[in-house]
C-alpha cells in the first residue's frame, strides 16, 4: 500500500489514519486461525474479574510462524517506510480480545507511556478483525494530542495511564473500523480503548508496532538492536533478526 502525500500529512497533523482493508480473505482467515489459537482465557487476561477480563496474548509472532511472515508482508512494511523512513525494526505485538461483556477499558495512555525510560515516537498498526465501535470495545483518541509529546503516566495494575486531572477529552473521537480494517497510529497518540457491553459481540484486534532502525532509550543510551530488522537500506529483509535475542519477560518495556 503506497500511502499518498496527503495522508502523510494528515497522519503527522492528527496521529493516526484509517487505512480500509490492506489483506485479502485468505489473509485474514489465516491471521483468524492463529489468532485464535493463540489468544485465550487459558492462557492470559487483562482486566478486573468485577468488569469482567478479556483475553490478551503478547508476541504473537514468537508463537506462530504464520503470523511471524505477517510482520514482514510488503503492504505493512511499505507503510512503516513512509512514516520511519528506510531503516526499521519491529518493536512489538499483541492480540487484544474485548469478549463479550468484557466490560473492562484500558483507559487513557501513550504507547510510550509502556517503556522504561524515554524512547523515541514509534508506529503501531491496529487490525481489527471484527467490526469495532463503542458498544463492543473500540478505540477512542485525541486527535492532535502526539504533537505534545511525551506525557507523564502511572501504573495501575499492569496498565500505564495518564492521570485524569489537566487531560482534556473533550476533543475525543471514536474509530470506529469494520473488520479486517487497519488503523495506524503515533505511539505518541493518547487513546483508549473501551469495555464491551455487548453480549454477543467479541471484538479482536491484532497490534504490530515498527520503529526506526536507530531506536534508543534516551536515559540509558541503550540501542533496541534486540528488535529484528525489517527494512535495511530500503530493502525487506529474509527473515525476522538481531543483532542480539529478544527476551520476552526481561525486555519488555
Known amino acids: 500500500m503506497e500511502l499518498r502525500d496527503e495522508q502523510i500529512e494528515d497522519f503527522r497533523r492528527q496521529g493516526y489514519l484509517r487505512l480500509g482493508a490492506l489483506f485479502d480473505e485468505e489473509e485474514l482467515a489465516t491471521i483468524a486461525r492463529e489468532y485464535d489459537r493463540l489468544v485465550r482465557k487459558e492462557e492470559q487476561v487483562l482486566g478486573n474479574e468485577e468488569q469482567g477480563v478479556f483475553p490478551y496474548r503478547a508476541m504473537l509472532n514468537f508463537r506462530s510462524p504464520e503470523l511471524s511472515q505477517f510482520i514482514l508482508h510488503p503492504r505493512l512494511v511499505a507503510i512503516a517506510q513512509k512514516i520511519l523512513g528506510e531503516e526499521v525494526r519491529f518493536w512489538w505485538d499483541q492480540g487484544i480480545n ?17 517503556q522504561q525510560g524515554r524512547t523515541q515516537e514509534f508506529l503501531t498498526c491496529w487490525l481489527a478483525l471484527d467490526a469495532s465501535e463503542r458498544s463492543n470495545g473500540g478505540l477512542q483518541v485525541i486527535p492532535g ?15 500505564a495511564v495518564i492521570p485524569p486531572v489537566g487531560l482534556d477529552t473533550k476533543a475525543a473521537v471514536d474509530l470506529d473500523v469494520g473488520p479486517g480494517e487497519l488503523l495506524i497510529f503515533s505511539s505518541l497518540l493518547v487513546h483508549q480503548t473501551l469495555g464491551n457491553r455487548t453480549q454477543d459481540r467479541q471484538r479482536r484486534s491484532w497490534v504490530i508496532q515498527y520503529c526506526r532502525g536507530d531506536q534508543h532509550n534516551e536515559v540509558t543510551g541503550e540501542v533496541y538492536d534486540n528488535r529484528p530488522w525489517v527494512l535495511r537500506d530500503g530493502k525487506v529483509v529474509d527473515e525476522l533478526r538481531a543483532e542480539r535475542p529478544f527476551h520476552l519477560v526481561r525486555d519488555h518495556a
Open 145 to 159: 494530542s502526539h504533537t505534545a509529546g511525551h506525557r507523564e503516566h502511572r501504573w495501575e495494575g499492569v496498565h
Open 98 to 114: 474485548k469478549s463479550p461483556g468484557a466490560g473492562s477499558p484500558i483507559a487513557w495512555h501513550q504507547d510510550n507511556g509502556y
